[in-house]
């Protein structure tokens, strides 16, 4: 991590407008992810949340605007090359390779660390590949470790309860040595006990791992208590960005959230979110 | 009554053919697996491949070996180019396009050698300083023994290459889910073009092998046909049911015509009874004895 420590953001995202056909997913939506920070985004089903995330791990290239990674814009990267430079991402419906165990899930998210490609991985006993596979092996160890799911580490993943395929799908994406990490709803479905579990990785990947991470959660409780910083969407509109405490303090979130009784419903096109009112009893 | 010397001999050939149809099969589920597309020209890469080393040894007057290494080179530009040129363009097009092309490919590389070789089967100049050995007083030609242990091989490859090497753990995670695959840095094009080149190459070697046997011509492309009820039966997705099927097919096949020429008379069973077991897996086991079910979950 310290290598490359300049100030500046992690991430930026730069006016992006996603549309699909006729329907904005999302409209001139700016923020800045700063290194070390755990960044969330929050806001009512249907905002453009998971859309934003897309956005950002290559999935979908934003209609306008653009994503920039390290001072870098990465708005044209490919997915598959944005894993490689660094941006690694859970799925908010849970995305384990079924059929493998635990621990080939995780080798597969080591897959663009792995130099052992066909002809020297057949001659792995004589040249350096065993000793590649076995520093990859003590890394992703050190995960499992860490995310406590030694017991089932050659369980197959299909078959695991519901927090525990959470965890090891959090293993696959840590095991890229992301600097940046994408959790679409972590705690998704999860019990009281299971979240608090999550929080505290989450926390420690960010502090002990330094994985900077940008996150979805409903869980409001959660969001408070580990984010260091919230943008909130609303009909794929930023209305508002900064310390949680300050954020749903703000009226524009109140009124997204508790949806007051006289709120007439606005078309986002017609009035610009920072102008929205109540207008009518 | 029954001849089980007679029978016995039947069950070992089909279990050596049963073998070389294993392989084939394994190189189609590798298609199916990476980019779920079925290949009708699957039949007509154990036939180019089985032309090219012919002409390389006739023409060119190659030794067995170095012809036999320069064919898998050819096959794998050959599966490379045959994806990027043909199937990469189709990639997201309807299932129902991409198999119309692989059927058209078909008819076109059968022609092509055709065009080139002519319509005779030519047999391949001998290989081996004796055609048969005799297995525990079981008469088997050499090539079918030399075919048998480059089948157990290829398989042992296979079960490495996917549980233990980077590219099989990429292959399978493609398999499962491309977005997924992608989101952890595996080039999903490069899976797609990966498998073809395999499955070329593993196929020719099968072409190589029944051509020495029996001589190179279009009937070879038969062979093409003939894995649909190894497949099938396997389940289309499973690399060790493909191996299974293609045993039993094998068996089937000669225990049918044992049956046949002994007691029904009936003919032509050796090519009829693999399909109509066929039919009879589609009726009962749809999803075959390893493949997945298909659950949609809304």
């Given at each position: 991590?310290?290598?490359?420590?300049?100030?500046?953001?992690?991430?930026?995202?730069?006016?992006?407008?996603?549309?699909?056909?006729?329907?904005?997913?999302?409209?001139?939506?700016?923020?800045?992810?700063?290194?070390?920070?755990?960044?969330?985004?929050?806001?009512?089903?249907?905002?453009?949340?998971?859309?934003?995330?897309?956005?950002?791990?290559?999935?979908y290239?934003?209609?306008?605007?653009?994503?920039?990674f390290e001072?870098?814009?990465i708005?044209?990267?490919?997915?598959?090359?944005?894993?490689?430079?660094g941006?690694?991402?859970?799925?908010?419906?849970?995305?384990?390779?079924?059929?493998?165990t635990?621990?080939?899930?995780?080798?597969?998210?080591?897959?663009?660390?792995?130099?052992?490609?066909?002809?020297?991985?057949?001659?792995?006993w004589?040249?350096g590949?065993r000793?590649?596979?076995?520093a990859?092996?003590?890394e992703?160890?050190?995960?499992i470790?860490f995310?406590?799911?030694?017991?089932?580490?050659?369980?197959?993943?299909?078959q695991?309860s519901y927090?525990?395929?959470?965890?090891?799908?959090?293993?696959?994406?840590?095991?890229?040595?992301?600097k940046?990490?994408?959790?679409?709803?972590?705690?998704?479905?999860?019990?009281?006990e299971?979240?608090?579990?999550?929080?505290?990785?989450i926390?420690?990947?960010?502090?002990?791992?330094?994985?900077?991470?940008?996150?979805?959660?409903?869980?409001?409780?959660?969001?408070?208590?580990?984010?260091?910083?919230?943008?909130?969407?609303?009909?794929?509109?930023?209305?508002?960005?900064?310390?949680p405490?300050?954020?749903?303090?703000?009226?524009?979130?109140?009124?997204?959230?508790?949806?007051e009784?006289?709120?007439?419903?606005?078309?986002?096109?017609?009035?610009?979110?920072?102008?929205?009112e109540?207008?009518?009893? | 009554?029954?001849?089980?010397?007679?029978?016995?001999?039947?069950?070992l050939?089909?279990?050596?053919?049963?073998?070389?149809?294993?392989?084939?099969?394994?190189?189609?589920?590798?298609?199916?697996?990476?980019s779920?597309?079925?290949n009708?020209?699957?039949?007509?890469?154990?036939?180019?491949?089985?032309w090219?080393c012919?002409?390389?040894?006739?023409?060119?007057?190659?030794?067995?070996?170095?012809?036999?290494?320069?064919?898998l080179?050819?096959?794998?530009?050959?599966?490379?180019?045959?994806q990027?040129?043909?199937?990469?363009?189709?990639?997201?097009?309807?299932?129902?396009?991409?198999?119309?092309a692989?059927?058209?490919?078909?008819?076109?590389?059968?022609?092509?050698?055709?065009w080139?070789?002519?319509?005779?089967?030519?047999?391949?100049?001998?290989?081996?300083?004796?055609?048969?050995?005799?297995?525990?007083?079981?008469?088997?030609?050499?090539?079918?023994?030399?075919s048998?242990?480059?089948?157990?091989?290829?398989?042992?490859?296979?079960?490495?290459?996917?549980?233990?090497?980077?590219?099989?753990?990429?292959?399978?995670a493609?398999?499962f889910?491309?977005?997924?695959?992608?989101?952890?840095?595996i080039?999903?094009?490069?899976?797609?073009?990966?498998?073809?080149?395999?499955?070329?190459?593993?196929?020719?070697?099968?072409?190589?092998?029944?051509?020495?046997?029996?001589?190179?011509?279009?009937?070879?492309?038969?062979y093409?046909?003939?894995?649909?009820?190894?497949?099938?039966?396997?389940?289309?997705?499973?690399?060790?049911?493909?191996?299974?099927?293609?045993?039993?097919?094998?068996?089937?096949?000669?225990?049918?015509?044992?049956?046949?020429?002994?007691?029904?008379?009936w003919?032509?069973?050796?090519?009829i009874?693999?399909?109509y077991?066929?039919?009879?897996?589609?009726?009962?086991?749809?999803y075959g004895?390893f493949?997945?079910?298909?659950?949609?979950?809304?």
């Amino acid at each position: 991590m310290a290598g490359e420590a300049e100030d500046g953001p992690v991430l930026e995202a730069v006016g992006v407008s996603l549309r699909f056909g006729g329907v904005r997913a999302l409209t001139d939506v700016s923020f800045r992810v700063n290194r070390g920070e755990v960044f969330s985004i929050i806001g009512p089903n249907g905002a453009g949340k998971t859309s934003m995330v897309n956005c950002v791990s290559g999935r979908y290239r934003p209609t306008e605007g653009g994503i920039r990674f390290e001072g870098r814009d990465i708005t044209r990267v490919p997915t598959r090359k944005r894993a490689a430079i660094g941006i690694g991402r859970t799925f908010q419906n849970l995305a384990l390779f079924g059929h493998m165990t635990v621990l080939e899930n995780i080798m597969v998210g080591r897959h663009h660390l792995l130099r052992r490609g066909f002809g020297p991985g057949m001659l792995w006993w004589i040249g350096g590949a065993r000793r590649e596979e076995i520093a990859h092996r003590r890394e992703v160890e050190e995960i499992i470790d860490f995310l406590e799911i030694q017991h089932v580490r050659k369980a197959v993943a299909g078959q695991l309860s519901y927090g525990l395929r959470k965890r090891v799908e959090l293993a696959r994406a840590m095991a890229l040595k992301p600097k940046l990490i994408l959790l679409d709803e972590p705690m998704a479905g999860m019990n009281l006990e299971e979240k608090e579990d999550m929080a505290r990785f989450i926390i420690d990947l960010n502090e002990e791992w330094g994985m900077t991470v940008l996150m979805i959660e409903h869980d409001m409780g959660v969001v408070m208590d580990i984010s260091h910083r919230v943008v909130v969407l609303d009909f794929g509109r930023k209305i508002a960005e900064g310390r949680p405490e300050e954020v749903m303090a703000d009226p524009h979130v109140r009124r997204a959230y508790l949806g007051e009784a006289d709120e007439v419903v606005q078309e986002p096109d017609e009035a610009p979110a920072e102008t929205m009112e109540p207008t009518a009893p | 009554m029954v001849d089980w010397f007679q029978l016995s001999q039947f069950v070992l050939n089909g279990l050596i053919v049963g073998a070389l149809y294993g392989v084939v099969a394994m190189s189609f589920v590798l298609i199916y697996k990476a980019s779920q597309v079925v290949n009708f020209a699957q039949g007509e890469f154990l036939l180019v491949g089985a032309w090219v080393c012919w002409w390389l040894l006739t023409d060119w007057q190659l030794p067995f070996w170095l012809g036999f290494l320069f064919t898998l080179a050819f096959m794998t530009a050959f599966g490379l180019i045959l994806q990027v040129v043909v199937l990469r363009p189709l990639i997201g097009e309807p299932v129902i396009s991409v198999i119309m092309a692989t059927i058209g490919l078909g008819i076109f590389f059968q022609a092509l050698m055709k065009w080139i070789f002519g319509v005779f089967a030519k047999p391949f100049p001998p290989i081996f300083p004796v055609e048969r050995v005799n297995v525990l007083g079981l008469e088997v030609q050499t090539a079918y023994l030399l075919s048998l242990v480059i089948s157990i091989l290829i398989m042992a490859g296979f079960a490495w290459f996917f549980t233990a090497s980077k590219h099989g753990l990429a292959m399978r995670a493609t398999a499962f889910d491309q977005q997924v695959a992608q989101s952890l840095g595996i080039s999903v094009p490069k899976v797609f073009a990966m498998s073809w080149a395999i499955s070329a190459v593993v196929s020719s070697v099968a072409g190589v092998v029944v051509g020495v046997v029996n001589g190179v011509s279009s009937a070879l492309s038969f062979y093409g046909i003939k894995v649909f009820p190894a497949v099938i039966l396997g389940g289309l997705d499973s690399v060790l049911g493909a191996v299974l099927g293609g045993l039993i097919v094998g068996v089937l096949e000669n225990v049918a015509q044992y049956v046949d020429s002994e007691f029904l008379q009936w003919g032509n069973m050796y090519t009829i009874a693999p399909f109509y077991a066929l039919i009879l897996i589609l009726l009962i086991k749809p999803y075959g004895l390893f493949g997945t079910r298909n659950i949609e979950r809304v």
